[in-house]
């Protein structure tokens, strides 16, 4: 998840104009958010230790089987806590900073105490896991409204509800015998119905921004085949039959998804950015200009032979 965190920071931070070359930045970025999801997960092993070692899923970790310590555990969340955030402020901005920490306590304070009371906690956890993108942005343009970072932030959050849907229905004996509150358990034919509706949701918000200008043409009509059949497709099946096999076909299609759309969205906002005037003078300009050379070269050689 830690490296999940990563990869949508640095696509938000690329879309929204951020430079390959500025290793300062890039590295203090994605350090500082890896080291700040590392705070946020070992509080939240904290917290769930004993319902840890209930489930099957987690039942492995290093809490749960004595690894490492309590102590061990808070000592590594705070030295992680500060680092990352330290690394933010520094070298990135404040703002990215503090939605960094805001993630932590979104996650550590709100989701995961929020799970044992009511299956709302996982629209709060999807909030915290869309947040990382929007930090990327931030970090270059130092606001939150980025037509970039506010695209991702929205991708990253409809494909995360029709995701944790399909995990919460596979693991919910899991997560019921763990004390868990999850719709997939209360509800499941509900649960089939939310992953429906947010994925069907991606198909108008890939299609606004390039009927704005925002994003080229092109972005609409990949996404279609990629939204249709890694997410909407599956979410179909899962919702006529909500079952054990569907739920685990839509999971699989969503770790497929997820990569293919937000790879094509970031290469898409860099495109719209000035990718494409790039390209044409590396590779097109170059071309041509390669091509004239050897067409003079050519023509210098057979008028000398004459």
């Known amino acids: 998840m830690s490296s999940l965190v990563v990869f949508t920071t640095l696509g938000g931070y690329y879309a929204s104009g951020g430079k390959i070359l500025d290793w300062k930045s890039t590295l203090a970025l994605t350090t500082g958010t890896f080291l700040q999801a590392a705070c946020a997960n070992s509080l939240n092993e904290l917290y769930e230790v004993d319902r840890d070692k209930i489930m099957t899923r987690t039942r492995n970790r290093p809490l749960p089987t004595g690894r490492i310590s ?18 933010l402020y520094r070298f990135n901005n404040p703002l990215t ?11 550590a304070g709100v989701y995961t105490p929020l799970k044992v009371v009511h299956w709302l906690n996982t629209w709060i ?3 915290n896991g869309s947040l990382a993108p929007l930090m990327g942005s931030a970090s270059v343009t130092n606001n939150v409204c980025d037509p970039s970072g506010l695209f991702l932030f929205g991708v990253m959050y409809l494909w995360q509800i029709s995701h944790f849907m399909a995990i919460g229905y596979k693991c919910k004996f899991d997560y019921s015998r763990a004390g868990y509150e999850m719709l997939s358990i209360s509800n499941p034919e509900h649960a089939a119905t939310q992953a429906l509706l947010h994925s069907a949701a991606l198909f108008p918000m890939c299609y606004a921004l390039p009927y704005y200008g925002v994003l080229p043409w092109w972005f609409a009509a990949l996404s279609t085949p990629i939204n ?13 039959q909500v079952n054990y096999e569907t739920a685990t076909a839509l999971f699989w299609r969503t770790l497929g998804h997820l990569p293919a759309l937000f790879t094509t969205s970031v290469i898409a ?15 097109v300009d170059r071309t041509i200009d390669g091509a004239h050379s050897l067409f003079l070269a050519v023509t210098s050689t057979s008028s000398s032979a004459e």
């Not at 309590?70 to 690394?87: F, M, W």
């Not at 503090?98 to 993630?103: D, E, I, Q, T």
């Not at 249709?228 to 006529?240: A, E, G, M």
């Open 125 to 127: 956890g999807t909030v």
């Open 70 to 87: 309590k102590g061990h555990a808070l000592l590594q969340a705070i030295i992680t806590g500060v680092g990352g955030s330290y690394l």
């Open 269 to 283: 906002f860099c495109w719209q950015r000035g990718l494409k005037g790039w390209l044409k003078k590396q590779v």
């Open 228 to 240: 249709y059949y890694l997410l909407l497709k599956p979410s179909i099946q899962f919702k006529r």
């Open 97 to 107: 900073c503090a939605l960094g920490v805001a993630n932590i306590v979104i996650y």
